[in-house]
């Protein structure tokens, strides 16, 4: 058996929404040929299993395929290992680097546009029209379907489907945040899903912030045996 948390990632101000993740503190336990499994099991968005805490050694997988970045795990994995084994400066996905902070209950981390999914990028008239969707548009596999609420402002609506990597509908996509903020270059306030919350904002190194609030849900035992 292992320790899994879950949490929920980019949460609403009311701490409502957010995204489900799950994260094995103790990822060396569980074997690497045993990890896509156990991710398919849970059939969250994403999984982490944390190979080396002190130096942010991380591996994500969605319930198809293994990630190189993805944008909530780094986002919740930096949470959880500030409040249950000490705060970290970066986080080491395959991909590269990934520079993480804290600022008051916001969590946030940093990556790379081409470190990527191809995830198309859809824009339309209105919010309401990002509402009605009654799934992807039709051809696309990876799609972030946007709208402005406030142009002025930076807030946009958005649903983004990830069918090619299992997931029919993501609650909040850090990935499709760090595209669409670089696309447009500026920051914005990217509401998600049924409830949840992304700030993202270009740096002046090539890298998008993304972060947002992070919530527990539970810490339960798992067992990792086939």
């Known amino acids: 058996m292992s320790e899994l ?6 949460c ?10 799950g994260v094995f503190l103790e990822g060396r336990e569980v074997r690497a040929d045993d990890r896509q499994r156990i991710a398919a099991d849970l059939g969250f968005s994403e999984t982490v299993f944390v190979d080396d805490a002190r130096h942010g050694e991380i591996r994500i997988f969605t319930p198809a ?3 190189p970045f993805a944008g909530h795990p780094v986002v919740g994995t930096a949470w959880l290992l500030a409040r249950e084994r000490g705060a970290v400066a970066s986080l080491r996905p395959p991909a590269g680097e990934v520079p993480v902070r ?7 981390a940093a990556g790379r546009p081409e470190w990527m999914p191809e995830f198309e990028l859809v824009e339309v008239g209105s919010a309401a029209e990002v509402e009605a969707l ?20 930076g807030v946009i609506r958005e649903r983004v489907f990830a069918v090619g990597y ?6 909040a996509t850090g990935s499709a945040a760090i595209t669409l903020s670089a696309r447009l270059g500026r920051e914005v306030e990217i509401r998600q899903g049924a409830g949840s919350r992304i700030l993202a904002r270009p740096l002046g190194d090539g890298m998008v912030e993304i972060g947002g609030q992070v919530e527990m849900d539970q810490v339960r035992e798992f067992s990792v045996a086939a």
């Open 166 to 171: 299992g997931i029919a509908e993501d609650e």
């Open 134 to 153: 009654g799934g992807p548009p039709e051809g696309h596999d990876a799609v972030g379907v946007w709208a402005w609420v406030d142009e002025d402002a």
């Open 12 to 21: 609403g101000q009311d701490g409502g929404g957010g995204n489900p993740l």
């Open 65 to 67: 395929t293994e990630l």
């Open 5 to 10: 948390h879950v949490l929920r990632v980019f």
């Open 102 to 108: 804290t600022d008051g209950e916001l969590t946030f």
